[in-house]
């Protein structure tokens, strides 16, 4: 009896090596993301250059950014005044953006979005989402 018990609990630490990779593992096996989440790499940059009130579609750098669906892109104010991203639709809307300061919107579904400074109009751009 004690050579089955003990040929059994060796079968279940090698099921459970085998498992888990190591029998002496302290963390969890690592979950896939759900197809929602957004991407956990690096965000994508949005500069928001100097001068860029009177930049018009060059206000945005890059124009356009492409990524994939899932990713975030970040507005970064490089200007000494202050701007938006305002999506044309109702997508997002960074309110005022200070010199210095940035904006995160992770973009979940595919499509071509334009935006706009609200602020300033006249500085436009588009972010493409694959």
Known sequence: MFSVRVGFVAVISMFAIACNGSSSSSSPMPVAPSPTAPSSGSPTI???????ATLGSNAFNPNPVTVAAGSTVTWTNTDSIPHTSTSDASGWNSGTVGPGQQFNFTFASSGTFH?????HPGMVGTVIVQ
Do not use: F, L
């Open 115 to 119: 935006y706009h400074c609200a602020i």
């Open 46 to 52: 949005v500069a928001i250059p100097t001068g860029a």
